[in-house]
């Protein structure tokens, strides 16, 4: 059962946007080190951008840097994930997890505790 719940995903043209909403029922997102993950058929998740409990963001993986940014709103309980200019190659399930400490190996999957179901983003060429 998922702890978080992504929305948002969907199908965008090729240099257009989309955000992505990310929601932690029954926790506060403040409290947690919060992640953006994707997955793109055959290949392995990866993490797209981090969020420091602070609200900083510290972690932008390189195809995305300039393109996408993590954001927090505390009053709304949820994290974002705003995308603009997008590529056919940013076409993924995209996930949101958090966890409560952050380690050297942020970047592996299996070190993250919470995760969400899920949403599919699909940029069309």
């Known amino acids: 059962q998922a702890q978080l719940e992504e929305s948002g995903g969907g199908l965008v043209q090729s240099g257009g946007s989309l955000r992505l909403s990310c929601t932690a029922p029954g926790r506060t997102v403040s409290n947690y080190f919060m992640g953006w993950f994707r997955q793109a058929p055959g290949k392995e998740r990866e993490l797209v951008a981090l969020?420091?409990?602070?609200?900083?963001?510290?972690y932008y993986a390189d195809s995305v840097k300039g393109r996408f940014t993590i954001s927090r709103d505390n009053a709304e309980n949820t994290v974002y994930l705003q995308m603009n200019s997008l590529k056919a190659e940013d076409t993924a399930v995209y996930y949101c997890a958090a966890r409560a400490y952050l380690s050297g190996n942020y970047v592996r999957p299996g070190t993250w505790n919470y995760w969400g179901q899920g949403t599919q983003v699909t940029v069309s060429s």
């Open positions: 969020l420091q409990r602070s609200g900083t963001p510290t």
